[in-house]
């Protein structure tokens, strides 16, 4: 079952893009965090008070939840951004 296991993660590796595998693998920074916190909030700050900032953040919902599920600081704000994206969708 391990051998199994191995070979599943050994080939999974090439279906994984080198922007999430750098995501995944990178230690943060005091500035970097910061940087990438201060963004994330701004964003947020669009989604809920911009329709246009809505509509455009669209487009990078996938990168937005690749972030989200990574170990950087700003992934919890990133999660709620696709959260109210998600729910202004119901009210549009």
């Known amino acids: 079952p391990n051998a199994a296991l191995h070979a599943i993660k ?4 090439e279906f994984i893009s080198p922007k999430e595998l ?6 943060e920074g005091p ?4 940087i990438r916190l201060t963004a994330s909030l ?8 911009s329709s246009l900032g809505r509509s455009r953040l669209r ?3 996938s990168h937005l939840s690749t ?3 990574s170990n950087v600081e700003s992934s919890r704000t990133v999660s709620q951004i696709l959260f109210d994206l998600a729910n202004s969708a119901d009210f549009q």
């Open 10 to 13: 050994r080939h999974a590796v």
């Open 22 to 27: 750098a995501m995944r693998d990178e230690k």
């Open 31 to 34: 500035v970097t965090k910061s």
């Open 42 to 49: 701004i964003l947020r700050n669009l989604v809920i008070y």
């Open 59 to 61: 487009a990078y919902e």
């Open 67 to 69: 972030i989200a599920l």
